[in-house]
């Protein structure tokens, strides 16, 4: 599965009315970036509905795992992964399989803010319909903003001033409006890369109050260096390391209580217990 498949050409997808909870497994992953292997074996079941915390310190392989879950780990030139990523059993990588399909059932929150500045608040929601070239009318769209808008718990704040660039929010409304941007093209699965890295304790607080609503209707897959954070909004977890220049495996995962209260490993225990990392 190391090879980058041309996207077959397809007609641009009907706006699809709703989207049902998916579970997402990854079976056996291996990554390297060149000649360096950075992930090794790595399997993890992240339930249908639920919200999955990746936790482990820096440089263990966390972001390239949930990148290689949307296939966009594909994206630089020198990466290669074997393995195998099934959304609710069917084979993300299966050549006949659309990228752009994957990338809008699997989308991803990084961790900047990053919405397009000059474009309209509205407009940035929408954003995602032009780039998948999904058709919608022009009241599934104005429907949509504002739902997606709800969802990202942001309408309240924005709905007076739908057309003021998204590039005049606060950080923590503009992760937001980023969120909301995800949600419009309906994903299964929501991969949240350290989404609250930049923020300030109000907005993150806001922010996982929207993933714990959210969890409901998209499965949550989230990087994390904040062990309360991981403990607040996740309800498995799954505890990356790589010692001494190996490649990342998962030393342990399982639900979050009982991974915090009362770890199996070790090096688990000391980590969330902030011993190192
Ligand atoms: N584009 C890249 N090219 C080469 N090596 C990379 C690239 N991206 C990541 N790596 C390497 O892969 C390893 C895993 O990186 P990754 O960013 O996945 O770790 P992480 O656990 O998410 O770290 P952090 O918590 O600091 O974000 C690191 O050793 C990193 O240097």
């Known amino acids: 599965m190391t090879a980058v498949l041309p996207d077959p050409v397809?007609?641009?997808?009907?706006?699809?009315?709703?989207?049902?909870?998916?579970?997402?497994?990854?079976?056996?992953?291996?990554?390297?970036?060149?000649e360096r292997k950075v992930l090794d074996r790595v399997s993890l079941v992240m339930p249908a509905g639920g919200i999955t915390a990746l936790i482990g310190p820096s440089g263990c392989g966390k972001s390239t795992f949930l990148r290689i879950l949307n296939r966009m780990h594909e994206l630089v030139p020198s990466a290669s992964l074997a393995g195998e990523v099934l959304l609710d059993g069917e084979d993300v990588y299966d050549p006949s399989r659309r990228l752009m399909d994957a990338r809008r059932q699997i989308g991803m929150v990084f961790q900047k803010p990053n919405p397009f500045p000059a474009m309209s608040i509205q407009e940035n929601v929408l954003a995602g319909l032009k780039l998948t070239g999904t058709k919608?009318?022009?009241?599934?769209?104005?429907?949509?903003?504002?739902?997606?808008?709800?969802?990202?718990?942001?309408?309240?704040?924005?709905?007076?001033?739908?057309?003021?660039?998204?590039?005049?929010?606060?950080?923590?409304?503009?992760?937001?409006?980023?969120?909301?941007?995800?949600?419009?093209?309906?994903p299964r699965v929501l991969l949240m890369d350290e989404p609250c890295s930049a923020l300030d304790p109000t907005s993150t607080r806001v922010i996982e109050e929207t993933m714990l609503d959210l969890a409901r209707e998209v499965t949550i897959v989230i990087v994390t260096h904040n062990m309360q954070q991981a403990a607040r909004v996740s309800g498995q977890c799954a505890f990356f390391l790589a010692s001494q220049g190996t490649p990342g495996v998962i030393v342990e995962h399982g639900d979050t209580t009982a991974m915090f209260g009362n770890p199996r490993d070790q090096r688990t225990a000391d980590y969330v217990n902030g011993r190192f990392g």
């Open 10 to 34: 397809a007609p641009p997808p009907a706006y699809p009315g709703t989207s049902s909870l998916a579970e997402i497994e990854a079976r056996q992953i291996t990554a390297w970036f060149g």
């Open 136 to 186: 919608a009318s022009k009241s599934e769209r104005a429907d949509l903003v504002e739902s997606c808008l709800v969802k990202g718990g942001l309408w309240n704040e924005v709905k007076d001033r739908l057309d003021a660039p998204g590039g005049g929010l606060s950080g923590g409304q503009q992760q937001r409006l980023c969120i909301a941007r995800s949600l419009a093209i309906k």
